[in-house]
């Protein structure tokens, strides 16, 4: 509750001011008393103080008519009583019901009687003698109860009369804003002078009042401070006294409610120690219930009376406020004066709901804590918003300059800024600790609203708009329909949104969300979601199949897609590659369409086992492997062999991959004519043995068509220069790589 206390303050000042309550005469009043001003922000400042206490008068109004009310009912509830039959209906039920226990108790003990059982004779004389005056009684108890009842209202209505003199009268000085009332409510306004806090014409006259708080009229003290100081009170006392006067209304109307019950159920109380058992327990419940009840009412009314009358009575006036001010007046030391007379005018509107709460009236704990908890929040609000505030940003100045982080700048700020950023001014939050809140907070609402941007520009739009994109791309020139122009503008939004979002925001994703959108995901997000603990493995399976759908699609169909397959492989990122999974990767056509990098990423990740890398590996150079077979097979002369390329070209083996699939293979792959020139580099690196190096060279020059590089190649015989020119592309990048090389592959001369 008390977190959401500066949200409902403000937006009932909001309310109040602009006239939703009918408060009316609000802004006009608060432009005159803009004329008093000096300065612009003092003007501002007062027209936000006006705001603030005229809301607050509000409540106050609205709270007394409740009061008003209540009590009016409750000290005439004899004239209540006989506009409703039902009560004395309902009192007959329960004097029937309990006259026929009475008869059932006679006729019990008759029997135990007769039968010798059960006391004998002078017990049997006892329960008759108790019955017969039970069954008198319940007859008046109605009667007994109203004039319990009665009694209590004369002795109220004795103080109230104290209180209101005049209460079909009219109490000028009660009105608030042109809204005038008499009674309870306006007396407290009247005796306490509740109103002059924002409005100098509520005074009595021969008081003394200097405007509004904040005039500069006197050079006493700040008209800040004055205007501060006659707004944070002023506001304490306004809102102590609206909840004081709702729960007195309501504790009358539960007040009316019991004694009706009571009437009501008034056989009970005089029938219970006859009837014995819970009975007799219930009657005890009752009498209690009728007195605290009955004594509630005048003791409360007394307290309020002797409260009011030494608040302002001339002499309590004179010793605590001796300038008769009102809270609007607070220059220099009166100022304390001012403030001791509020705090005594608070404890006078507590000490009713002490009482309420002695006399066991329901609902008393629970207005009790209303009161305590609004004299604890408002001031530890204004302490945050203030002090705390200001010791929040000089903290955060402090601690990123040298001095701030000296050893006697730490001990400084931690008496001083640090404290006060800290400082919970009797509340159960500091100022830091709310900004941190707010922080999250607005961190928690964001992410709420990216989620429904997502939300708004996925499934079925995010559909439509690849249609759209897809009839642009094919046509630049076409024109999106209206339609067409919302659908791709919210799934790009969707899109940007989610590509803004971190990795741990995605984690607290529902996996419903994750999975529409799995394939716009990007790999931190990815490594979020297989990291996380609060998704399932299950859910976890369901994203990378939403994520992999375009691709498992491809492998599906009959007879699979190598193109679509292709495709999709081709946008894999190295994240997707670890995800892939086995049963995926595995797969020939799969194992095909990688590129070098993202066989690497597949070979090297920790995701698949050792035996699983091998696998790979032999998968993804298995069709070259084939093919060499088969070209061997058929008896194939030597020499380059497009068929060969082809496979080469197709399964895109780099570099790295070619220099590592076996020296009989490198041999066999050079005869062919067919060993790429670019691999060279690397399969000098990984081929160390002279050996090895000479059968891979002379595979290359039995694969070679120009004889004289066959005999550079095998002899060292040097080429003219115009002889390399007559060689082919191929052919001279073989031979410069082995004429500039001579670290290369050469032969062990």
């Not at 006078?348 to 009482?355: D, G, N, R, T, V």
Request: hydrophobic share 45%.
């Amino acid at each position: 509750m008390k977190k959401y206390l500066p949200h409902i303050f403000i937006v009932a000042l909001i309310l109040g001011w602009t006239g939703v309550f009918g408060v009316h005469e609000a802004h006009a009043q608060a432009l005159a008393i803009l004329k008093f001003a000096d300065s612009p922000i003092e003007s501002i400042a007062q027209f936000m103080g006006n705001m603030v206490l005229q809301a607050m008068s509000f409540f106050i109004y609205i709270s007394g008519l409740l009061l008003d009310y209540s009590l009016n009912w409750t000290l005439n509830i004899a004239s209540l009583v006989e506009k409703i039959p039902a009560i004395e209906t309902g009192w007959k039920v329960f004097r029937d019901l309990c006259t026929m226990f009475f008869i059932f108790i006679l006729l019990y003990t008759a029997i135990t009687t007769i039968l010798g059982v059960g006391g004998g004779k002078e017990n049997a004389k006892k329960v008759l003698m108790t019955v017969v005056i039970a069954g008198l009684l319940i007859n008046f108890s109605l009667f007994f109860t109203k004039l319990v009842i009665d009694a209590s209202n004369v002795v109220s209505l004795g103080f109230y009369k104290a209180l209101v003199p005049n209460p079909d009268g009219d109490l000028s000085t009660s009105k608030v804003f042109g809204l005038k009332r008499t009674g309870l409510s306006a007396i407290f306004m009247d005796s306490l002078y509740i109103q002059t806090t924002y409005d100098p014409s509520g005074l009595k006259p021969g008081l003394k009042n200097d405007k509004l708080a904040g005039s500069a009229s006197s050079a006493e003290a700040p008209p800040f401070v004055r205007l501060l100081i006659n707004t944070i009170m002023g506001s304490i006392v306004m809102l102590i006294a609206s909840i004081v006067f709702l729960a007195a209304a309501f504790f009358f109307m539960v007040r009316i409610v019991m004694l009706l019950l009571l009437m009501v159920t008034s056989p009970i109380a005089f029938a219970g120690e006859a009837l014995g058992g819970k009975a007799a327990s219930q009657a005890k419940k009752w009498w209690e219930t009728l007195i605290n009840q009955c004594l509630f009412m005048p003791v409360y009314l007394a307290v309020t009376y002797v409260g009011i009358k030494i608040v302002a009575s001339p002499g309590f006036q004179a010793a605590v406020n001796p300038g008769n001010g009102s809270i609007s007046a607070l220059t220099g030391g009166g100022s304390i004066a001012v403030i001791f007379n509020y705090c005594v005018i608070i404890i006078f509107l507590m000490a009713s709901l002490i009482i309420a709460k002695e006399f066991g009236v329901m609902g008393a704990d629970t207005f009790k804590g209303w009161a305590d908890t609004v004299l604890k929040a408002v001031p530890s609000w204004t302490g945050r918003k203030t002090l705390g505030y200001a010791g929040n940003k000089a903290e955060k100045y402090l601690e990123n300059t040298t001095a701030g982080n000296s050893r006697i700048g730490r001990s400084l700020r931690e008496i001083s800024t640090g404290a006060l950023a800290g400082s919970k001014f009797g509340g159960s939050i500091s100022y830091k600790d709310q900004a941190k809140e707010d922080k999250e907070i607005d961190a928690k609402r964001r992410q709420i609203g990216d989620v429904e941007t997502i939300r708004r520009g996925s499934g079925a739009v995010a559909d439509r708009a690849q249609v759209a994109r897809d009839k642009k791309k094919t046509n630049p020139a076409y024109v999106y329909t209206a339609a067409e122009k919302a659908d791709v503008d919210a799934a790009n939004t969707a899109e940007t949104t989610l590509n803004k979002m971190s990795g741990s925001e995605i984690a607290e994703q529902t996996p419903a969300m994750l999975t529409q959108n799995a394939a716009k995901l990007n790999d931190t997000h990815m490594k979020a979601i297989i990291k996380s603990d609060k998704i399932t493995d299950a859910d976890k399976e369901k994203i990378l199949a939403a994520r992999f759908k375009e691709l498992d699609d491809a492998r599906r169909a009959d007879p699979p897609d190598p193109a679509k397959i292709k495709e999709a492989v081709k946008k894999l990122s190295k994240t997707d590659i670890e995800n892939l999974g086995y049963d995926r990767l595995r797969d020939p056509s799969v194992i095909a369409a990688l590129s070098s990098s993202q066989m690497k990423s597949a070979s090297e990740s920790e995701n698949y086992s050792k035996t699983q890398q091998n696998e790979f590996k032999a998968l993804k150079i298995k069709p070259l492997l084939d093919e060499l077979t088969a070209q061997e097979a058929s008896g194939v002369p030597f020499g380059p062999n497009p068929s060969v390329k082809n496979i080469l070209t197709r399964i895109g083996l780099g570099s790295e991959e070619i220099a590592n699939i076996g020296t009989d293979n490198l041999v066999r792959l050079a005869k062919f004519g067919s060993l790429p020139t670019s691999a060279l580099p690397k399969i000098s690196e990984s081929v160390s043995t002279t050996t090895d190096r000479r059968r891979i060279k002379e595979g290359i020059a039995e694969g070679c068509n120009d004889i004289l590089l066959h005999d550079y190649l095998i002899n060292d015989t040097p080429l003219t220069t115009t002889r390399v020119s007559g060689l082919s592309s191929e052919e001279r990048s073989i031979y410069k790589f082995f004429s500039e090389n001579p670290i290369g592959l050469i032969f062990d001369k």
